[in-house]
């Protein structure tokens, strides 16, 4: 065959290998490289995607921060990150590697010239190393500096090549400056090159919520108000603030937790199957869910804030104690709610929600709880420590899912107790599960937005916390209400009570 | 401390003649932490004067990351002496896990219309071989594509070609017109990749040339070298956990193997 034709035919050579798609090569630019974000998270996630060979061939990394340093200062310090947050072993040579094209900027984007500083690297980087004109921006930046550094990138697009844009939480602060943050960043990019990360979305056993529903044929027929009683979701840390005092008071759990990952949980449990795994498929459902979301009342919201307590038998501060907290803050530490998704699936079946810090251990569940057996046909003392079906999924710790059953216990008479199917994740996959970073830079790099939120997700998002923050508006509740280390305040409890019904137990 | 957790996602029988028992004690223990299955050692000693079975039970455990238990799965290691070596079906069948897949790792070239063999390749839902092993290439494969409506069938030697081929596959549309190839590595890995070159290409004038080695350490396309694939070459234990990850039949083996035995 000569070449020429062979151009025109699909590559037989590539039939039956695993190939993992690769990304094309590209330039990273990291706003915020002296945070956190960069430090704990995103530079591990580098270096064990380049330990796994799963980044571009051509393949540049661009630190932009506004702390002064160049580029050896700017490696070692990442180089100390890796080794210090990283979950692989350190190995040089893969360091060095990922090192030799990374580049730092100290520069403010409010700063006249800073753009242009910035914008002259990545040209050079581009030309020198044939990257195409492809660009991924990180904006792991505070939320006031995005609207700034969006309008600078957006003026000065690449005239080749994709662009890709990055966004951490929190996106906007209510609905009215999620939807102005929007339009800004829609003028220069197109919803398909906005990646809103919620990293939860990133998790294995969020992903797995996914198979679990629609690779298994039993549990679909009763994933419905018919058989559902129940679901609870728990999402509960046992660390405080941990010294961010400043963004916490502008949040409150309400922003940082059940605005992004809570409700992302409940669509994904709550969600029709989509028609292929696709983006936009999986979003559309996702967003239907949200829209379905009936508003609950006040008398469905309980919030919390933490005094003094004791978490793992350490003795911990109240909320109103920890630094930078004035010692009259009304922001919750703690929300519980009773919310229905009104649609022809889950009618009148609630979903309980709660969330919250300093709580008696860092647990993120969803719980499907089950109606009763219509008639055991036991004696009622026989099944006494019987409790309805349960199936569990521990989205972390304990990664897995865990189904309760009524089994008979053994010898005379009939006896019943509730005993657990286990699947834990360690126990049957024994490769280490990737962070949930690693899955999101690589799917931006690769342009796949399944795993990443949509601007009407986050707008039906904020439209229902903004109509619950509203009614709270109108009342103070007394603060503290809920010890540290313990499962949150009692009005908490009294809203399942009320439903004849009470939080899983623990 | 929570109990431990006993797990098996297959069950993994090895036939594992002696010679071959300390290599393949070896790679088991690698295996087995990524693939915690009950594992059954079969070793034949067809010409013991007695008809016996000698039974060894242990229990391997493995800590789970981040979570304070075990996951402990069973090793059955089971010497089958005199008679008891021509019917293994009869010996391992009452010891498989139910509804969980069955693969069997042959060890050295199978005895090829033996019963032992035929008993095992209908019990299992995938026979792992490695044609490193075998002598007289490219003759056996004849007998290998025989099995390939029976069960599916994986290749070590064909798993360690992988990187290579991904590598090769690269090249196209260029490779296209490749007239030699020339094979420093062992006469499988050189048989297997120039069936998959011919049977991918669909030409039959490829030639191969073979520089034996105990390695796969290099590739020539019409005298001039391929780049050499990227990353470490796999442990024996990974590329055996590799062909324990499938569960379908491999077409473009299959027919790289028929190419081959031709």
Redesign the interface.
């Known amino acids: ?3 020429t034709a ?2 025109q ?1 699909r ?9 993992r798609r690769k990304p094309d090569p590209c330039v990273l630019v990291i706003f915020g490289a002296s945070g956190d974000l960069t430090h704990k998270k995103l530079m591990p996630a580098l270096y064990a995607l380049m330990l796994r ?1 799963l980044l571009p061939p051509r393949f540049a990394i661009v630190g932009v921060a506004r702390t002064e340093a160049d580029d050896d200062a700017f490696r070692k310090d990442m180089k100390e990150a890796v080794q210090r947050y990283a979950r692989d072993e350190f190995r040089e040579d893969v360091w060095e590697e990922l090192a030799q094209n990374m580049h730092y900027v100290a520069t403010d984007f409010a700063d006249e010239g800073g753009e242009q500083k910035l914008e002259r690297l990545v040209e050079q980087l581009d030309s020198e190393q044939e990257l195409g004109g492809n660009r991924v921006y990180y904006l792991a930046v505070p939320p006031a500096a995005v609207p700034t550094i969006v309008k600078e990138l957006g003026k000065r697009r690449s005239a080749s090549g994709w662009t890709r844009l990055i966004v951490e939480k929190p996106f906007g602060h209510d609905l009215d400056s999620a939807r102005a943050l929007n339009q800004l960043i829609r003028r220069h990019f197109d919803e398909r090159e906005i990646f809103r990360i919620d990293h939860y979305l990133g998790k294995e056993t969020v992903q797995n919520m996914l198979a679990l529903r629609f690779a298994n044929g039993i549990f679909e027929p009763i994933w419905n108000r018919q058989f559902v009683d129940h679901v609870q979701i728990t999402v509960a840390e046992s660390i405080g603030i941990e010294g961010r005092a400043e963004y916490y008071e502008s949040t409150g759990a309400i922003r940082d937790i059940f605005q992004n990952h809570l409700l992302q949980l409940l669509a994904l449990t709550a969600m029709e199957p989509p028609i292929d795994f696709t983006a936009e498929s999986v979003r559309n459902e996702k967003v239907k869910v949200l829209r379905a979301i009936h508003t609950p009342g006040p008398k469905s919201v309980v919030r919390g804030q933490y005094g003094r307590g004791y978490v793992e038998g350490e003795e911990v501060p109240a909320y109103r104690e920890e630094k930078g907290v004035p010692p009259d803050s009304m922001t919750e530490t703690y929300v519980a709610a009773k919310l229905y998704v009104d649609n022809w699936r889950w009618a009148d079946t609630p979903f309980y929600v709660r969330m919250g810090k300093r709580l008696a251990r860092r647990e993120t569940t969803i719980a499907i709880q089950f109606k009763r057996a219509p008639h055991p046909p036991f004696e009622e003392t026989a099944a006494e420590g019987l409790r309805p079906n349960v199936l569990l999924v521990h989205v972390q ?2 990664e897995g899912v865990s189904l309760a059953i009524g089994a008979k216990v053994p010898g005379q008479g009939m006896q019943i107790r509730t005993v657990h199917m ?1 699947f ?1 994740y ?3 996959f ?4 990737p962070e949930a970073y690693e899955r999101l830079i690589l799917d931006a790099l690769l342009g796949d937005g399944t795993l990443f939120t949509r601007a009407d997700e986050v707008e039906e998002q904020w439209l229902l916390v903004d109509s619950i923050v509203a009614a709270w508006q109108r009342d103070r509740p007394y603060f503290p209400n809920y010890n540290a280390g313990t499962w949150g305040p009692p009005s908490a409890d009294e809203l399942l009570h009320r439903d004849g019904r009470s939080w899983r137990r623990h | 401390m929570p109990p431990n ?1 006993r ?1 098996s ?1 297959m069950t993994h029988i090895a036939w594992v003649p002696k010679p071959w028992l300390d290599q393949a004690r070896a790679a088991l223990a690698g295996m087995a ?4 299955s009950r594992t059954i050692l079969l070793v034949p000693d067809p010409g013991a004067t007695e008809s016996r079975i000698d039974a060894q039970l242990s229990l391997e455990c ?1 800590p ?4 304070d ?1 075990n ?1 402990c799965s069973e090793v059955i290691e089971l010497t089958l002496c005199g008679s008891r070596a021509q019917v293994p079906a009869s010996i391992v069948e009452p010891l498989l896990i139910s509804d969980l897949p069955v693969f069997v790792r042959w060890r050295g070239e199978p005895p090829w219309g033996a019963q032992e063999l035929d008993q095992l390749v209908d019990l299992t839902d995938r026979l792992v071989v490695d044609s490193t092993e075998w002598e007289n290439l490219p003759h056996p494969y004849g007998h290998l594509a025989e099995l390939f409506e029976r069960t599916a069938v994986s290749d070590i030697a064909w798993e360690r070609t ?1 990187r290579w ?2 590598l ?2 690269t090249l ?6 490749v007239r030699t190839v020339r094979v420093h590595g062992t006469a499988a890995q050189g048989q297997l990749l120039h069936g998959w ?1 011919r049977s ?4 039959d004038d490829v030639r191969l040339e073979l520089v034996e080695t105990v390695r796969l350490e290099g590739i020539d396309l019409d005298g001039e070298p391929a780049p050499f694939p ?2 470490d070459p796999p442990s024996p234990s990974e590329v055996l956990s590799e062909e324990l990850d499938r569960f379908t039949r ?4 299959e027919a790289a193997v028929r190419a081959v035995a031709g």
């Open positions: 065959m000569s070449t062979a151009e035919q590559n037989p050579l590539e039939e039956g290998l695993m190939l060979r710790p304990d286990d834990l360690g126990g049957a024994r490769t280490g599960m | 957790l797990t996602v932490e990524r693939h915690p493995y789970v990351p981040d979570v238990r996951v992988s081929r991904a090769l596959a196209w549309p260029g490779i296209a017109g070159l991918r290409l669909g030409r990227p990353g491999d077409r473009i083996y």
